[in-house]
């Protein structure tokens, strides 16, 4: 399997942006996909998820409302569409995939994915 983010960059508060994350190697029936961040100095952090079967989604309480996590099955890709930024959404994002275990514990869980991108930057002046 391999991930590759890309959409990240230099954003001022309130603005948008879009990530992408083009996903190869493998049908992904099945798979549950998402995007986790990472600040300097903080743990890694779940974002979003959204299952690739019924697209069924799931956000961290500091984004929803926010960002928009989608997916479209015919480019094997996922999109995090990130409004209303905030500087404290500064960070690495990383999407990454693993099996379906249909447990949103899981996915909230970085331990649990076993297959990450190369991440991008995501900068958020005031």
């Known amino acids: 399997v391999q991930l590759q983010a890309s959409g990240g960059g230099l954003m001022q508060a309130g603005g948008s942006l879009r990530l992408s994350c083009a996903a190869s190697?493998?049908?992904?029936?099945?798979?549950?996909m998402g995007w986790f961040r990472q600040a300097p100095g903080k743990e890694r952090e779940f974002v979003a998820a959204?299952?690739?079967?019924?697209?069924?989604?799931y956000y961290a309480e500091s984004v929803k409302g926010r960002f928009t996590i989608s997916r479209d099955v015919a480019k094997n890709t996922v999109f995090l569409q990130m409004n209303s930024l905030k500087p404290e959404d500064t960070a690495v994002y990383y999407c990454?995939?693993?099996?379906?275990?249909?447990?949103?514990?899981?996915?909230?869980?970085?331990?649990?994915?076993?297959?990450w991108g190369q991440g991008t930057q995501l900068t958020v002046s005031s």
């Open positions: 959204i299952r690739w079967n019924g697209a069924s989604t």
């Open positions: 190697g493998r049908s992904f029936n099945g798979y549950v």
């Open positions: 990454a995939t693993d099996r379906d275990t249909y447990r949103i514990g899981d996915y909230r869980n970085a331990r649990f994915w076993s297959s």
